[in-house]
């Protein structure tokens, strides 16, 4: 029987001379690094565990009922190129502030799926250097070539701003900008500066002034920042809004709408959820993706979303992959080591 083995550290789900699907656990996953180093890996990627492989094995055999089963998937995360990098916003940059980056991230198969760009900011003497990494899910399986674009969004907090200069690395490429220096306690702004009570579309100074969940944000034009929250889209705005705006006139860009807290259909709301009545003469958009964790023969006994593997447990569950919380149920699971996983 042929085994397979880890050719980039990720998640690595299952193995298919017969459909025998197999999910490798590993640790330290929330170290930053290079995953093709000895040493550590990029925040959300699994460490490899010296090639450690669950030993059971489930053959999965012939579908009565849906004739022959669809060999199990092979998903991992593969770094991705990126070829472009530019600031969100033309507006002034000032220490404190949140920055967000659009990278241009290109996807090298038909399958990629999820691509995420993560940051590692090193403070300097005068410049921050930001290293950014891009990654995607894919699998081997049915699976040709396909090169596209994707972009995608990577925000700099104020807290983790130190400097007046930053250099952004991707790949061997460079891209510097600029920012205002501090002027005065206003903008102070660390991991340990307790947060303000500014709510949102109120004027701030720095991160620090805003309420908890919110971020300083500069608007697309105008010379004031102000507090919101920043969403890449819909999913990042639940349940205080429906709503990822990419362009408002006064508000800053890809921030959520919080006047926009109900939903008129299913069309208002992001996939997998459904416009229902709220109990209060309202209706707000309700999470009802299939929790993932059913037990499975093959792929197609799980949902378009989920994946057949053998988990922890020795059992074949159907299982999600996720880079964040909002990609699993809400409120019931949470992503860990890029699987969705109950609540404990």
Not at 80 to 106: N, W
Not at 239 to 254: D, F, L, N, V
Not at 287 to 303: E, I, K, N, S
Request: hydrophobic share 35%.
């Amino acid at each position: 029987m042929r085994q397979c083995v880890m050719v980039m550290a990720a998640v690595y789900l299952g193995c298919t001379t017969h459909p025998m699907p197999t999910l490798v656990e590993h640790a330290d996953a929330a170290l930053a690094g290079n995953p093709g180093d000895s040493g550590t890996l990029p925040d959300g990627a699994v460490a490899s565990d010296a090639g450690r492989l669950d030993a059971g094995r489930v053959d999965a055999g012939v579908r009565v009922d849906a004739g022959m089963c669809i060999p199990a998937d092979v998903w991992r995360q593969e770094e991705r190129p990126m070829t472009q990098v530019e600031l969100l916003s033309d507006a002034p940059r000032a220490m404190g502030v949140t920055e967000r980056l659009r990278v241009t991230v290109i996807l090298a198969g038909a399958c990629d799926q999820l691509p995420v760009v993560r940051a590692a900011v090193s403070p300097g003497g005068a410049t921050d250097f930001v290293t950014l990494t891009a990654w995607a899910f894919t699998r081997d399986r049915d699976c040709p070539p396909q090169t596209r674009m994707v972009d995608v969004l990577v925000d700099i907090p104020g807290t983790q701003q130190g400097n007046p200069n930053v250099r952004v690395m991707f790949g061997a490429q460079l891209f510097t900008y600029q920012r205002q220096l501090c002027m005065g306690d206003t903008c102070l702004c660390t991991a340990s500066t307790p947060r303000g009570n500014r709510n949102a579309g109120d004027s701030c100074a720095s991160d620090c002034e805003c309420r908890a969940g919110f971020s300083c944000l500069f608007p697309a034009q105008g010379m004031t920042a102000r507090c919101a929250v920043p969403c890449k889209d819909a999913l990042d705005c639940l349940p205080r809004s429906t709503r990822c705006r990419e362009q408002p006139r006064t508000a800053p860009p890809m921030t959520c709408d919080l006047q926009e807290t109900g939903c008129n259909n299913n069309g208002d709301c992001p996939e997998g959820f459904v416009c229902d009545s709220s109990g209060g003469g309202g209706r707000r958009c309700v999470d009802r993706r299939p929790f993932p964790g059913q037990d499975c023969a093959c792929v197609g006994d799980c949902d378009p979303l989920d994946t057949c593997i053998l988990d922890v447990h020795q059992r074949l569950t159907c299982q999600r992959l996720c880079n964040r919380n909002e990609d699993c149920p809400l409120g019931v699971f949470v992503c860990s080591g890029n699987i969705c996983r109950l609540l404990e």
